[in-house]
Structures are given as C-alpha cells and as structure tokens.
C-alpha cells in the first residue's frame, strides 16, 4: 500500500490543514511547529493564509 505523503506548499494544502487547526482550537503559535513535524511546509506561505484568515500570535485559530 503507498503510504500518503503530507506536505504543506500550497494554499489549498494549507487552508485544508487551518480549518481542521480552527475545529482542535489550536493555538496559532503552535501552528507552525505541529505542521512541520507532520512534513515539509512552505512558512512564507503558511504565514500568509494566517493572515488571510485573522490569525495573530494572540489567539487561537478563529473562524
């Protein structure tokens, strides 16, 4: 069986990932770390579909 390989480096990828983050109420600093021991993530992007979605180092993912 072919094992599924996760990467983060797309928008897509990224906003999928984000909206499960928002349901486990995860906190946006600890957004980065879980995501890049899961597989490769692009940060410059990551970083900007927090924005897209209101995140800041303040809070937890919003919807």
């Known amino acids: 069986m072919h094992k599924r390989s996760h990467r983060y480096d797309t928008r897509e990828s990224l906003m999928e990932v984000l909206k499960e983050?928002?349901?486990?109420?995860?906190?946006?600093?600890?957004?980065?770390?879980?995501?890049c021991t899961i597989g490769p993530v692009d940060l410059d992007l990551l970083d900007d579909c927090m924005d897209a979605i209101g995140f800041n180092d303040n809070q937890s993912v919003a919807a």
Do not use: K, T
Not at 21 to 35: I, K, R
């Open 21 to 35: 983050l928002v349901a486990l109420q995860v906190p946006a600093e600890d957004v980065a770390p879980v995501l």
